[in-house]
């Protein structure tokens, strides 16, 4: 439980984040962070396991690797990361974000979903992507 739990503990730092910058509290644009936060650090910390689940069964830990095995890991990590992106997409879409960026992120969003995939999902991997995809999507906000 613990990735999950990390992933609901992180998506409650982004509210206190967003709450303590004095942001205006849009329930729909905090509760869409909160889930995309949550869940791009669940993804990246399933991601993490695969490579682990020979030391972690030899350790004792029951990891959800460990458990559940390295390509139930890799799923949900990638399943974590297509919701990341989306919850950021409807945040963009209830915060009044210019359509072209919000169109922008979504397909630069697409080719980061799909370059996790190929040929495994790994932390590297969707740091990179997601990393990459807001450097993007930020330079185009900032051009229109």
């Known amino acids: 439980w613990a990735e999950w739990v990390t992933g609901l503990c992180y998506g409650g730092v982004f509210a206190g984040l967003w709450f303590s910058a004095g942001l205006p509290l849009v329930a729909t ?8 936060f949550g869940a791009l650090a669940g993804a990246l910390l399933l991601s993490h396991q695969p ?6 069964r030899a350790a004792g830990k029951q990891s959800f690797a460990v458990r ?3 390509d139930v890991a890799r799923l949900w990590a990638r399943r974590l990361h297509i919701l990341a992106l989306a919850a950021v997409v409807v945040a ?3 915060h009044q ?9 979504t397909i630069f ?10 040929p ?14 807001f450097a993007i ?3 185009i906000s900032l051009l229109i």
């Open 29 to 36: 644009t905090v509760i869409a962070g909160s889930v995309a």
């Open 51 to 56: 490579p682990q689940i020979e030391t972690d």
């Open 137 to 139: 999507v930020l330079l």
């Open 120 to 133: 495994g999902v790994n932390p590297k991997r969707i740091m990179i992507s997601t990393s990459a995809l």
């Open 97 to 105: 974000v210019p359509a072209l960026v919000t169109l922008s992120f």
């Open 92 to 94: 963009m879409t209830r």
């Open 109 to 118: 969003g697409l080719l980061s979903i799909m370059s996790i995939g190929c």
């Open 68 to 70: 559940h095995g390295a």
